[in-house]
């Protein structure tokens, strides 16, 4: 059962010990590395995941305050036509009529209105002699207008309305050619 091993084949034995030895604890080091590596591999995935997250966030705080900001919109296109009917019915009560307790009433009916849209944001824009824009106006006609110039406003046939750089109803105008 037991074997007796030779002096030749226990001086083998012990050479062949030290170099198993010494491959398992060079790979020890080689584990550790890889390791190391897909430690640092996990920990950029991890990096960019976070990352990727507070874009999110705030891509999504911007939205909602976007959303919050513009989600009346359509409140206000309905009201503008109102507020255009003010104005032209002011433009027409002739001076003598102006002092009268009723016209005074409807013009702060009118005030209230524009305070109303302007606590909201919006604001009135394109005036005669403005240089014309096809993001803010709408052309309606051209007339010779040696005054004014060539490609400005002449005259605004319906106002313009923005919120903040957002265009909510584009100003008619006529344009000087």
Known sequence: MF???TPDETKLEEEIKPSVVSATESEEPVESNSNCVK???????????????ENLKKENEKWKQDFIKYAHEGLVLELLPVLDN?????????????????????????????DFLKAQGVEI?????????PNYHEA?????????????IVKVIRRGYKQGAKVVRAAQVVVGK
């Open 3 to 5: 074997t007796k091993t």
């Open 39 to 53: 430690c640092e591999e996990y920990l950029n995935l991890a990096k960019r995941a976070r990352a990727d997250y």
């Open 86 to 114: 003010f104005h032209e019915a002011m433009s027409h009560i002739p001076e003598a009529e102006k002092v009268k307790d009723w016209v005074i009433g409807i013009t702060y009916i009118k005030k209230q209105l524009e």
């Open 125 to 133: 824009y394109a005036v005669s002699g403005d240089k014309f824009d």
């Open 140 to 152: 309606i006609s051209e007339v010779n207008d040696l005054t004014i110039g060539s490609g400005n």
